[in-house]
């Protein structure tokens, strides 16, 4: 890697440095930003900037490409951000989690997730290590994975007896599509997931 420093206007410098890259990267990122109006110096600096801010993080920019793939499925379901209390407090009014028409429409939307999320996750394995950091970023989520063999137990703590329900019916159909069995028991607040791929 060779590096030389340059000189900009009013006293700012840029480091000129040759970073190997892999050839079809480099054409298509050169493509994209003259599509976009943006300097391939730019786009360079501005993508190791990322990068360096994701491994802070302890996310690799490969698998900040996966969960970005993950939230797009997401938002394909027209997803909005609520608070998890929220969905309790209605829970808790209507008795949503129990209607059968919500239980049918929450394994329904389920298995259209799963369903998705299967063409681009290989296995069910693939899918809880993007989940997994996906989820830490969320401040609200409390959630715990682990593994011994084919067996994930997943524990999810929600707000509410009420609302931890609905999840569990939306998620046992999601993992469903990944060819695997589910046994999910409720205590109180809490999900309990055994998933046996």
Do not use: H
Not at 3 to 12: A, D, E, L, P, T
Not at 85 to 112: H, N, P, Q
């Amino acid at each position: 890697m060779g590096s030389k420093i340059y000189k900009r206007n009013k006293g700012s410098s840029v480091s000129r440095t040759t970073v190997p890259v892999e050839s079809e990267v480099a054409k298509e990122a050169s493509s994209v930003a003259k599509a976009q109006g943006y300097s391939v110096v730019k786009l360079a600096s501005d993508a190791l900037k990322l990068a360096v801010e994701l491994l802070r993080r302890g996310i690799t920019p490969g698998k900040a490409i996966e969960m970005f793939r993950l939230l797009e499925k997401a938002l394909a379901f027209d997803v909005v951000p609520v608070p998890l209390s929220y969905l309790e407090l209605v829970a808790k009014k209507w008795k949503m989690c129990e209607d059968e028409e919500v239980i049918a429409f929450l394994r329904e939307t389920g298995a259209k997730f799963g369903k998705i999320a299967v063409q681009d996750f290989r296995s069910f394995g693939e899918f809880m290590a993007v989940a997994s950091q996906f989820f830490s970023l969320l401040s609200v989520s409390r959630l715990s994975f682990s593994r011994s063999g084919n067996t994930w137990r997943i524990v999810f703590a929600g707000t509410g007896e009420m609302s931890v329900k609905c999840l569990g019916y939306f998620a046992e159909e999601a993992i469903r599509q990944f060819g695997c069995t589910v046994k999910t028991t409720y205590e109180s607040n809490v999900i309990v997931a055994e998933v046996n791929c």
